[in-house]
């Protein structure tokens, strides 16, 4: 028999999955929580096979409890079951440890099966996020900033004017401005403030040391 931990902060779906699961012998509902909070705790007096986690909950959300549920060494397995399937939710949850990522318009059969999949460590994906997982796989990897790019968004980051730029660099301003515009195709952005934003973030650039 699989235990099972429900999560969700509507009554009506929690009502819903405990006499589902609960009027089928496999499996054996053992509690259920309102938010990612409530689910961090009971996942660890409870010590479930399986959580059923939904995502977006008031207060802890799912994914943050995801990663906390790891972190404290839960051995449940996560299944992921919401109504969101946008990059923003999928990627998170898998990234926190969520062993499965099912939509709430599985067909009961289908949630049977991948709890029953989850509870033996197998990966499980519905089929609209297995395609959307795929198609970021296939999406080519960015390309890298040139040094010279780089040079100019450093400057960028520290106040510099398109015109301080090029002096610093001994180039042109027109050349510092393909420059800018070549680091905002490569970063996906639109305009400076972006751009250094995003460079940053990717470890591009560094924050400058105080003092």
Do not use: C, W
Request: overall charge negative; charged content about 25%; proline content about 5%.
């Amino acid at each position: 028999m699989i235990s099972l931990l429900i999560v969700d902060d509507h009554p009506v779906v929690r009502d819903g999955l405990r006499s589902m699961f609960g009027a089928d012998p496999r499996f054996e509902v053992v509690g259920e929580a309102r938010d990612g909070a409530e689910a961090v705790v009971a996942g660890e007096r409870l010590r479930p096979d399986v959580i059923l986690m939904d995502l977006r909950m008031p207060g802890v959300d799912g994914v943050t409890a995801i990663g906390e549920l790891t972190q404290r060494g839960v051995t449940a397995r996560v299944l992921v079951l919401t109504t969101y399937d946008t990059d923003s939710d999928v990627l998170p949850a898998i990234e926190a440890g969520a062993t499965g990522y099912l939509l709430k318009d599985a067909p009961r059969d289908e949630l049977f099966r991948a709890v029953e999949a989850a509870a033996q460590g197998q990966a499980v994906l519905s089929p609209a996020v297995a395609t959307r997982l795929m198609g970021q796989m296939r999406q080519p990897a960015p390309e890298p900033l040139s040094r010279r790019e780089l040079e100019v968004l450093e400057l960028v980051a520290r106040g510099s004017t398109n015109r301080d730029a090029a002096k610093h660099l001994f180039i042109s301003e027109a050349t510092v401005k393909t420059h800018l515009l070549h680091a905002y195709a490569k970063l996906g952005v639109n305009d400076r403030a972006a751009a250094v934003a995003t460079a940053f973030s990717r470890g591009y650039l560094q924050p400058r040391a105080e003092g």
